[in-house]
């Protein structure tokens, strides 16, 4: 089955640590994008990729550092400049173009908690 | 200024009611989105449109480009419609801009 895998499910981090959120996917989509969602308010965009081995920042980006090496894989990390970075985090991937015109498959999202 | 509002913010019905959740936006569109979230954190995409209306079963979404607001609809309403209902539309950067959300519960 195609789709979106998101791994881990649920992630602790201790102030001041790095980690890493995976995202795979085999839908052989070009575009894959990560946001970050906090209770209360929308999905907000933190780094985008239209192609293998090329990203660019969204609106939040400070904090986070992303990869896309491969077609299939856009690991997010969250570096110890993130401030606040508990929150809920979703992958999702779609077919290229731009304007929001394709529709955005997404994973099943990692919540981080940082103790 | 938002550039995606939703409304209303929560909404209790219930089994049977018919339920109408309304957004509107600010910015020039190429689609507009009707997606849903379980309560599990899950996204799945319900509608992507342009113009007119599109129905899926229970779920009628419908969209007025000169008024810039779209409505999602849903018939018969269930408990298992229970859930945050999010309205999206296209950035500049290929990415969807999100509106806040409405969270629906559906009580039998």
């Known amino acids: 089955d195609g789709g979106i895998t998101q791994s881990p499910k649920y992630l602790f981090r201790k102030e001041g640590q790095n980690v890493t959120l995976s995202c795979e996917q085999n839908l052989n989509h070009d575009a894959m994008y990560w946001y970050r969602q906090d209770p209360g308010q929308g999905l907000r965009l933190i780094y985008y990729s239209q192609i293998v081995n090329d990203f660019q920042k969204g609106d939040i980006a400070e904090g986070y550092s992303v990869s896309r090496e491969k077609k299939e894989s856009f690991p997010l990390t969250v570096t110890s400049a993130q401030k606040n970075p508990t929150a809920f985090y979703l992958c999702?991937?779609?077919?290229?173009?731009?304007?929001?015109?394709?529709?955005?498959?997404f994973g099943p999202g990692t919540r981080l908690t940082v103790l | 200024k938002n550039e995606v509002e939703q409304s209303p913010q929560n909404l209790t019905a219930q089994e049977g009611e018919f339920i109408t959740i309304n957004c509107s936006y600010s910015v020039g569109i190429s689609a507009l989105h009707w997606l849903q979230q379980h309560p599990g954190g899950g996204i799945v995409s319900l509608f992507m449109?342009?113009?007119g209306k599109k129905k899926h079963g229970r779920l009628i979404a419908t969209i007025n480009i000169q008024e810039k607001h779209s409505s999602l609809h849903i018939t018969a309403s269930h408990p298992r419609d229970s859930a945050v209902y999010i309205c999206?539309?296209?950035?500049?950067?290929?990415?969807?801009?999100f509106g806040k959300g409405t969270k629906l519960s559906v009580k039998p």
């Open positions: 449109l342009s113009s």
């Open positions: 999206a539309v296209g950035g500049s950067q290929g990415n969807l801009i």
């Open positions: 999702a991937s779609s077919r290229a173009g731009t304007g929001g015109s394709r529709e955005q498959f």
